[in-house]
């Protein structure tokens, strides 16, 4: 049973910094890519970012230059920094684990977070 618990989400003003953190526990691999997603209300789940065990990174056009994702593998910890947030990065946002060949072969979620960007 894999198990992902997010912590770090919060209310702040634009401009302002978050940083979520993400555990995974159970039999996790280090080997599964990690990311966030959001999801705000009225819309699609999307990608955020996401980074490989080999350290190589894919993030967001709208997220480009002010969001990093970092990865501790020895603690099975995934990172989100979140720099000059705009309102309209409110969202809950949900971290991911998967299998880095196939999602069919292990894909998993946590419970969520909720940032909130104030104007």
């Known amino acids: 049973q894999v198990q992902l618990v997010e912590s770090g989400g919060g209310l702040v003003q634009a401009g302002g910094s978050l940083r979520l953190s993400c555990v995974a526990s159970?039999?996790?691999?280090?080997?599964?890519?990690m990311g966030w997603y959001r999801q705000a209300p009225g819309k699609q789940r999307e990608l955020v970012a996401s980074?490989?065990?080999?350290?190589?990174?894919n993030l967001a056009d709208s997220v480009k230059g002010r969001f990093t994702i970092s990865r501790d593998n020895a603690k099975n910890t995934v990172y989100l920094q979140m720099n000059s947030l705009k309102p309209e990065d409110t969202a809950v946002y949900y971290c991911?684990?998967?299998?880095?060949?196939?999602?069919?072969?292990?894909?998993?979620w946590g419970q969520g977070t909720q940032v909130t960007v104030s104007s």
């Open positions: 991911n684990a998967h299998h880095p060949v196939s999602i069919l072969l292990g894909n998993y």
């Open positions: 980074i490989r065990t080999d350290g190589y990174t």
């Open positions: 159970g039999m996790i691999s280090n080997s599964n890519t």
